[in-house]
């Protein structure tokens, strides 16, 4: 097919919120033992922290990673994981019928996180306990010094406080596989205690209530305006969670799940801005998506529970192939076409457990194949998002009535004068002749690099012993002559053209 896509320099959707290139960590599995943490790893610093999955963490580019759950976080308590390790207890994790042994906490965690150079973002569970508890946990973490908590955080070695800026309030509160499950009601009143105590404690925070689970919940919508209305004045975002399926086992419909993230980011939206018409408020709750990414094919009983209580079975390993990346690629042009509302993002989770990156225990690290459009995002989007006009054929499917063939966002960044074009082919027999106007952004511009994430076999994956089967190649077929720039996108493909 052919496509067009018109994009102005005075027309701006926002700035680019750089959270939205967050990543997850939670006690599950491996992503914390033998993922991000292994003391014995050859590559394995003084505090135990891997280098080769710390190098290709600083590679992915995240900006912000969430911790310690999940699920986990509705059953933890942040005082076992601090301290000296060998006094800490060994618990049972009902999250994932596992053995937490705490040899990881809260400490260790954001040491890694300065070690790595990004932003923590930390949950304060809401599921076995309450308002009082995170009060103590931030006190714990913010307060500078002189009240037992502050204290006893100092006596652990960390004289200056953390100062985590982002706090989740509990994790998908509405699920009844959640510890502590609650009703909208029970939920929005404890996330408005529990926000107006945090914020007490340390105002420059900032807080995410829980929305659904999903968008196929029963009580989806609903929920998200109930809690709203309890906490609107005390929060700044409402989190979203989707995981992507393949349920047609079709390329095409598999694609066709970003248009139902777009349907997703919009419905909150309204909801978010209904809750604040009925307050005649201008203030705008943002939206922070702290978990999406595929997941489907590990999804079984034998992959979510291991008998026998084990410390860090391998639960959820997701082995993604290129149909995978591309999925990622178009759900992150979503995400930077709503940079406007979304302004925190997490792809779940960071190690192992659905991760952009493998490890084999006391082995290898590498790249799966949806590290790739991740990273490649992350690097190359800088600066604000452009409003994008796009001409496309589309095709009718289940997932979705309308599909457009081309999915694509621009992004500007005017300090080095960086365009860069992220486009999506959808169609799957045939090439796309892509032409872009680049309108308003002087002459001389050039293209500086070109990448494409394709492979002819939808399945093919990234293994230890064959780690670039889907990898980034040049894209043979670009040019640029004054305000327009062509392209030939091979079918299937997800393209990064940058100009400068
Ligand atoms: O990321 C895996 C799990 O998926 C998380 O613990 C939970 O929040 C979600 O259901």
């Known amino acids: 097919p052919s496509a067009r896509l018109i994009v102005d320099h005075d027309f701006i959707i926002s700035d680019l919120d750089r959270r939205i290139f967050g990543t997850f960590v939670e006690h599950m599995g491996r992503c914390v033992y033998t993922g991000i943490f292994e003391p014995g790893h050859p590559s394995a610093d003084d505090q135990g922290f891997r280098q080769d999955v710390a190098e290709l963490t600083r590679e992915l580019g995240t900006t912000i990673v969430r911790y310690p759950g999940g699920n986990f976080l509705s059953g933890y308590n942040w005082e076992d994981g601090v ?19 705490n040899a ?58 953390h100062d985590i800026k982002f706090w989740c309030l509990g994790n998908e509160m509405d699920g009844p596989w959640q510890i502590g499950a609650k009703t909208a009601g029970e939920y929005g009143r404890i996330a408005h205690e529990t926000a107006k105590v945090m914020r007490w404690v340390d105002p420059s925070i900032e807080l995410a209530a829980c929305g659904s689970s999903n968008r196929d919940m029963a009580t989806y919508a609903r929920w998200e305006y109930e809690v709203l209305d309890h906490c609107f004045d005390y929060v700044d975002f409402i989190s979203l969670h989707t995981y992507f399926q393949n349920p047609h086992d079709s390329t095409e419909e598999f694609l066709g799940n970003i248009e139902l993230l777009e349907a997703f980011i919009r419905e909150v939206v309204a909801i978010a801005d209904a809750v604040a018409a009925t307050r005649r408020s201008p203030k705008r709750i943002m939206l922070s998506l702290d978990e999406w990414n595929v997941w489907y094919k590990a999804r079984t009983h034998e992959h979510l529970r291991k008998p026998g209580w084990p410390e860090h079975p391998p639960l959820i390993e997701e082995v993604y192939n290129t149909e995978d990346a591309l999925l990622v690629g178009g759900a992150l042009i979503t995400l930077l076409n709503n940079a406007d509302r979304v302004k925190c993002a ?25 590290f790739h459009p991740f990273a490649l995002t992350a690097r190359h989007a800088h600066g604000r998002v452009l409003r994008s006009l796009i001409s496309s054929p589309s095709y009718a499917g289940k997932t979705a009535p309308e599909i457009p063939y081309l999915h694509a966002c621009v992004t500007e960044d005017e300090t080095t004068g960086q365009v860069t074009i992220f486009a999506l082919n959808r ?51 670009v040019s640029l002559e004054g305000d327009r720039l062509q392209a030939r ?4 493909s997800w393209n990064v053209i940058v100009t400068a």
Not at 83 to 101: M, N
């Open 489 to 492: 996108l091979m079918p299937g």
């Open 104 to 161: 990881f906490g809260t400490n260790e965690f954001i040491d890694w996180s300065r070690k790595v150079g990004v932003e923590p973002m930390f949950g304060v569970n809401l599921g076995t306990r309450d308002h009082d508890e995170a009060r103590r946990f931030i006190e714990y973490c913010n307060h500078p010094g002189g009240t037992e908590l502050s204290e006893l955080r100092k006596s652990h070695g960390y004289e200056k406080p």
């Open 427 to 477: 169609h799957l027999g045939e090439p796309m002749d892509l032409e872009v106007l680049l309108r308003g952004f002087g002459g001389n511009r050039q293209v500086v690099e070109a990448l494409q994430i394709h492979h002819p076999n939808m399945k093919a994956v990234n293994t230890k012993d064959a780690q670039d089967t889907v990898a980034p190649a040049p894209i043979e077929t």
């Open 346 to 370: 997490c792809i779940a989770q960071l190690v192992n457990i659905i991760g952009p990156i493998m490890t084999e225990p006391g082995g290898a690290a590498w790249r799966q194949t949806i």
């Open 83 to 101: 301290g000296p390790v060998e006094e800490r207890p060994r618990r049972l994790d009902l999250a994932w019928f596992s053995t937490e042994t």
